[in-house]
């Protein structure tokens, strides 16, 4: 049973482009979590999505920063005019359903330069 | 605000010495208490959620217990693969269903 999948697992932009950071949940996972990871900090949640819907943002930058989980595909975690302070790890969970254990991809490691 | 303290910020032991990690927290109503492994470059593995006070949960060298404002792992007999970053979070009754997460306790076991 593979597990969570992150693509890319490096990805480097310059200031200003725009940064899509994939993932695929858990074989029957319909839950789907972004977290990032600045360096020297711990991991802050940002944003919680079941299919088609987002549920919970209240850990998003009110600009820039966008998320989806389509019916079809997975999900996306999007900025846009990418800035030096958005260098991070970005990890994404999934979990089967509301009030199960969250589980961790690889993350993607994003270089601002 | 829901917040995690891990203490101490690194421990270094030699194999074999048995030590305690500390997780404490302050959550408006626990849903659960989840303790994770990180590994440089890796994303966090989960290894016990625990969602009462007295509950108490093993896994090999490891156990969790928590109490109504903290939480340890103790780790028996370690060995050097137990090296990594111990990650604590909680999770609220309220505020769905995110994570609030310490900013762990970094472990290194010597031979």
């Known amino acids: 049973n593979a597990g969570v999948m992150q693509n890319p697992r490096h990805l480097v932009r310059r200031r200003g482009q725009e940064a899509r950071l994939r993932c695929s949940p858990m074989?029957?996972?319909?839950?789907v979590y972004w977290y990032r990871q600045l360096p020297e900090e711990g991991l802050k949640f940002m944003v919680y999505?079941?299919?088609?819907?987002?549920?919970?943002e209240s850990g998003m930058p009110k600009e820039r920063f966008s998320a989806e989980f389509p019916k079809e595909g997975p999900s996306i975690l999007r900025i846009q005019q990418v800035v030096r302070g958005d260098s991070a790890a970005y990890f994404c969970?999934?979990?089967?359903?509301?009030?199960?254990?969250?589980?961790f991809g690889p993350g993607t490691r994003l270089t601002v330069t | 605000e829901d917040q995690v303290t891990q203490s101490p910020e690194a421990l270094r032991l030699q194999e074999g010495e048995s030590s305690s990690l500390n997780c404490s927290y302050t959550?408006?109503?626990?849903?659960?208490l989840f303790w994770y492994r990180q590994d440089p470059g890796k994303g966090p593995e989960f290894l016990f959620t625990?969602?009462?006070a007295g509950e108490e949960k093993e896994k090999e060298r490891l156990k969790a217990t928590l109490t109504k404002k903290e939480s340890f792992l103790h780790i028996t007999a370690p060995k050097p693969e137990d090296s990594a970053t111990y990650l604590c979070?909680?999770?609220?009754?309220?505020?769905?269903?995110?994570?609030?997460f310490g900013t762990g306790t970094q472990l290194k076991v010597e031979l």
């Open positions: 969970a999934s979990s089967p359903g509301h009030n199960y254990e969250q589980y």
């Open positions: 979070a909680v999770q609220a009754m309220i505020g769905g269903n995110k994570l609030t």
């Open positions: 959550v408006s109503g626990l849903r659960g």
């Open positions: 999505l079941q299919k088609e819907n987002i549920i919970d």
């Open positions: 625990l969602y009462s």
């Open positions: 074989k029957g996972h319909s839950h």
